[in-house]
Nanobody, 120 residues
Framework: QVQLVESGGGLVQAGGSLRLSCAAS????????MGWYRQAPGKQRDLVAR???????NYADSVKGRFTIFRDSAKNTVYLQMNSLKPEDTAVYYC??????????????WGQGTQVTVSS
């Protein structure tokens, strides 16, 4: 079993910054990729940023140049640095990890979500 624990959400004014973190723990053999998704009220969950084990990074067009995803492999932790936040960034942010566990099964895992609210 693999657990993802997120932290770092909160309330910030437009133009401000927040850093989210997501730590993976449990029966991990290899983390194939980690990323962040977000879901605003009444909308679908969308990709924000994703980092693969090979180092490839994908960003949603709406966050390019403002958000940065990076990883501490030794800690199995992924971060999302969010700068120049806008009210439209308000959403619940979810961490996702594609993990091969110690039994060599590959599964997709989700964190519990952390609320980010940007006031205008």
């Amino acid at each position: 079993q693999v657990q993802l624990v997120e932290s770092g959400g909160g309330l910030v004014q437009a133009g401000g910054s927040l850093r989210l973190s997501c730590a993976a723990s449990g029966s991990i053999f290899r983390i194939n990729g980690m990323g962040w998704y977000r879901q605003a009220p009444g909308k679908q969950r969308d990709l924000v940023a994703r980092l693969t084990s090979g180092g490839s990074i994908n960003y949603a067009d709406s966050v390019k140049g403002r958000f940065t995803i990076f990883r501490d492999s030794a800690k199995n932790t992924v971060y999302l640095q969010m700068n120049s936040l806008k009210p439209e960034d308000t959403a619940v942010y979810y961490c996702n990890a594609d993990v091969t566990d110690s039994y060599y099964y590959q599964n997709d895992y989700w964190g519990q979500g952390t609320q980010v609210t940007v006031s205008s």
